[in-house]
Structures are given as C-alpha cells and as structure tokens.
C-alpha cells in the first residue's frame, strides 16, 4: 500500500466510484451514497467540488469529495464539507482514507477554505482535528438523525465571523434523507 496515489477524480471515474461506495456501504445507504458520489462528480459549482480518488497502479481503492458549504451572514469565509468518504473494504484500515481526507484538507487550506464540516463518526474524523464544539455555531443544512456526528475544523479564521449562522449545500446534498 506504499504506492498510492491521490488524484483529481473525474466523470470518467463515476463507474469506479460507484462501484467502491456499493461495496463500502451497507444495502440499506449504498445506493444513494453511490449516487451522491457520481452526482457530486457532474455537478458544477463555484468553487469546484474537490473530488479525490486514491489510487495504486490502475486500482481505484478510494473516494472522497469536498463541496462548497454557504456560510449565512459570513461572506468572507470559504467553507467546505467532506462528505461522502469510502475506502474498498479489501483497503479498509490501511490508512487510504486518512491519505485522502489529508490530502483533500490541504488543497482546501492552499486554496483558502476557512472552515470544513463533516457530518460522521466523532472517533474517526476526531483524529484530524473535526470537533462538534467547532460546528455547534453553524447549525447542518437539515435535521440530523445523529447531532453528535455534526463536526467542523477551522482550517483558517475569517474576518467577519458571524454567529450563529446557518449553512446550506450543493444541490447533490440538498437532500434531506442524506442527513
């Protein structure tokens, strides 16, 4: 597992990605965290959605995608959520999806991201600095099943930060059954 590469995932991917979130997920949410995966691939925004896959050689072991998040009443902060997150289970605690969520986190701070959500296990996404103390000022997009599991990461503070304030999503996310 030395050799994997991280890289810009593109439509052509959509298959493979697919295939790594039916695989990583139960039946119950697979399919539409597979969906969400590839919708999140075509869809087009400002800023872009970061969409990472980890690589070794030609296999695809992993995926992960970083969407713009609005902050209301915060116009200067660039905001960003990680959200969805699957590693092949053959590649499952090897650290590929520590590499990816790393890598993704530093292309977001070198591009100027203030603050990044993530909507998951508090144990895994606690180990990259993710606190729910951090995101109780920025209330979810939707009504969450888990209120714990709403986390956030500063990655670089912003001038005008205004609490609270409420956050909406790309359109892929805007989905209430996806919270």
């Given at each position: 597992?030395?050799?994997?590469?991280?890289?810009?995932?593109?439509?052509?991917?959509?298959?493979?990605?697919?295939?790594?979130?039916?695989?990583?997920f139960?039946?119950?949410?697979?399919?539409m965290?597979?969906?969400?995966?590839?919708?999140l691939?075509?869809?087009?925004?400002?800023?872009?959605?970061?969409?990472?896959?980890?690589?070794?050689?030609?296999?695809?072991?992993?995926?992960?995608?970083?969407?713009?998040?609005?902050?209301?009443?915060?116009?200067?902060?660039?905001?960003?959520?990680?959200a969805?997150?699957?590693?092949?289970?053959?590649?499952?605690?090897?650290?590929?999806?520590?590499?990816?969520?790393?890598?993704?986190?530093?292309?977001?701070?070198?591009?100027?991201?203030?603050?990044?959500?993530?909507?998951?296990?508090?144990?895994?996404?606690?180990?990259?600095?993710f606190?729910?103390?951090?995101?109780?000022?920025?209330?979810?997009?939707?009504?969450?099943?888990?209120?714990?599991?709403?986390?956030?990461?500063?990655?670089?503070?912003?001038?005008?930060?205004?609490?609270?304030?409420?956050?909406?999503?790309?359109?892929?996310?805007?989905d209430?059954?996806?919270?």
């Amino acid at each position: 597992m030395n050799s994997i590469n991280i890289e810009i995932a593109g439509e052509q991917d959509s298959e493979v990605i697919r295939e790594i979130y039916q695989t990583a997920f139960p039946e119950e949410e697979s399919a539409m965290v597979a969906k969400l995966a590839v919708d999140l691939l075509a869809e087009k925004t400002i800023p872009e959605i970061l969409s990472l896959v980890a690589r070794e050689i030609e296999i695809t072991l992993g995926h992960v995608a970083f969407s713009p998040v609005k902050v209301e009443n915060n116009e200067s902060c660039k905001a960003s959520i990680l959200a969805p997150l699957a590693v092949h289970p053959e590649c499952q605690q090897k650290k590929v999806g520590s590499r990816l969520i790393e890598f993704g986190m530093k292309k977001l701070k070198e591009t100027g991201v203030n603050i990044v959500f993530v909507y998951g296990d508090p144990e895994f996404y606690g180990k990259f600095g993710f606190d729910a103390d951090t995101a109780n000022d920025f209330p979810a997009p939707f009504d969450l099943e888990y209120p714990f599991g709403w986390q956030a990461l500063i990655l670089k503070d912003w001038s005008d930060k205004t609490t609270p304030a409420a956050t909406s999503c790309v359109s892929a996310l805007s989905d209430p059954d996806l919270w």
